[in-house]
């Protein structure tokens, strides 16, 4: 089966300039995750969807930064009025709840970088 | 918030030398998990451990959450070449985000 899908796998831009990032999660998972990478650094949470709303979106780190759900499915996350300092590699997982607890799967992630 | 400290950074290893990594955590986690990252690639699931105390075996790796739930170690046994890249703890509460450690750079030298 197909696993989470991320597109595009590179993102180059202008700063200033407004971009969307896209995440097809696994089919049937109802939870979906972004985070944040930056160089050589650990993954940051930046905001969690539960279906189409998002319970946490406390990682943002400023109000540039959106997201939202549709259909319970696919997820955007906007950038508007990029700045150097956002560019990373931003990952999206989904993940499914078991009786043995919850395991979040990852997409290859968006590398964006912001001249 | 919560802080995930990840032990070593950074490891040279022969081949089929065995490779031990651990984490600790200022609070308490439900589930530990550990993560492979590949360069290009997003981090790919290798052990998922959800009860204090578990120790679970995925081939040649075994993974154990502590009895404390504030730690976790990944062994990696008779290392091959493919075991590089970029190997990650991470600890949840249920239902929440992953926190992260910074991550540990496994190299094997053939």
């Known amino acids: 089966g197909a696993g989470v899908s991320q597109s595009p796998s590179n993102k180059v831009t202008e700063k200033g300039k407004d971009v969307e990032l896209r995440c097809d999660p696994i089919?049937?998972?109802?939870?979906l995750y972004w985070y944040r990478q930056s160089l050589g650094q650990g993954l940051e949470f930046l905001i969690y969807f539960q279906g189409n709303s998002a319970p946490d979106k406390s990682g943002l780190p400023s109000d540039r930064f959106s997201a939202e759900r549709t259909g319970g499915s696919v997820s955007t996350l906007t950038i508007q009025r990029t700045q150097q300092e956002d560019s990373a590699v931003y990952l999206c997982a989904s993940s499914f709840r078991t009786s043995g607890g919850e395991t979040q799967y990852f997409g290859p992630g968006t590398r964006l970088l912001v001249l | 918030g919560q802080q995930l400290n990840q032990s070593p950074q950074s490891m040279f290893i022969q081949e089929g030398e065995d490779v031990s990594m651990n984490c600790t955590s200022s609070?308490?986690?439900?589930?530990w998990l550990w993560y492979k990252q590949d360069p290009g690639e997003g981090p790919v699931l290798l052990i998922a451990?959800?009860?204090?105390?578990e120790l679970t075996s995925n081939g040649r790796l075994t993974a154990q959450f502590g009895i404390t739930r504030k730690d976790s170690f990944l062994n990696i046994s008779a290392s091959i070449p493919s075991d590089v890249g970029i190997y990650f703890c991470a600890g949840q509460l249920s239902g929440s985000r992953l926190t992260f450690g910074e991550g540990t750079q496994l190299t094997v030298n053939p």
């Open positions: 089919s049937g998972h109802t939870a």
């Open positions: 451990l959800y009860k204090a105390g």
């Open positions: 609070s308490i986690f439900n589930t």
